[in-house]
Structure formats: structure tokens, C-alpha cells
């Protein structure tokens, strides 16, 4: 990914991701994140609302995308510029992941509020 210009952003001493990426985006005359929800060695069953929260400081949409390994196919989910509730977000974002097979599906669940 650095190839594309990516760089890891994480918290540092102080400072929370959030601040780090808001303040990237102010910066920058464009600028993409991409977080993925995929849980890699263990399984997430509880997202990090994070991204949420970065969308919402930065005033940005929030573009879904995905990665289904069953399929083999790439592309974007949707698109929700509509951030004033994050469990109405959170509840898009999961039913636009439900037919989505990933790498690790056993690592992988949604974050649906019951």
C-alpha cells in the first residue's frame, strides 16, 4: 500500500488517531483512509468506531468498500453521508456486509446492536 501513498496512522503519546487522520484531512487536498474491519488473527467481534468518528470531526463521508475472496470481486458498497446517528451507521454499514465472504471468515463477524 505505500506504493499508493498509504501511511499507518496510530495513536501516539497523546495523540488519538482521530485527531491524527482530522487533521491529515485538513491538510491535504485529497486524501483517502481505509480501515478494514476484518479481524486478521483473532476474531473482532465488537468494531472500533473510530473510522465513525473520523468521518464525523472531518465532516467526510464515509465510502464502503469491500474485498469478497469467495466471489473474487472489488468494489463499493455505498456511500453514507448521513452521520448523525451511529448506530443507524453502523447498522448500514453491517447489512451492506452481510453476503460479503472474507479472507478470514472465521475472523470475521458483524457489529450488529441487539
Not at 505505500?2 to 501516539?12: E, H, N, Q
Request: proline letters at 4%; glycine letters at 8%; one cysteine or more.
Amino acid at each position: 500500500m505505500k506504493w499508493y501513498g498509504s501511511i499507518p496512522v496510530r495513536g501516539v503519546a497523546g495523540k488519538n488517531a482521530v485527531y491524527q487522520v482530522d487533521k491529515m484531512l485538513d491538510e491535504a487536498e485529497t486524501l483517502h483512509v481505509i480501515l478494514s474491519p476484518e479481524g486478521t488473527f483473532d476474531k473482532v467481534t465488537k468494531w472500533n468506531k473510530g473510522f465513525y468518528y473520523m468521518a464525523c470531526k472531518a465532516n467526510v463521508p464515509i465510502i464502503v468498500g469491500y474485498l469478497d475472496y469467495k466471489k473474487k470481486e472489488i468494489g463499493v458498497k455505498g456511500v453514507i453521508d448521513n452521520l448523525e446517528n451511529i448506530n443507524t451507521v453502523m447498522h448500514r454499514i453491517n447489512t451492506m456486509y452481510e453476503n460479503v465472504t472474507a479472507k478470514y471468515p472465521e475472523n470475521f463477524s458483524l457489529d450488529f446492536k441487539k
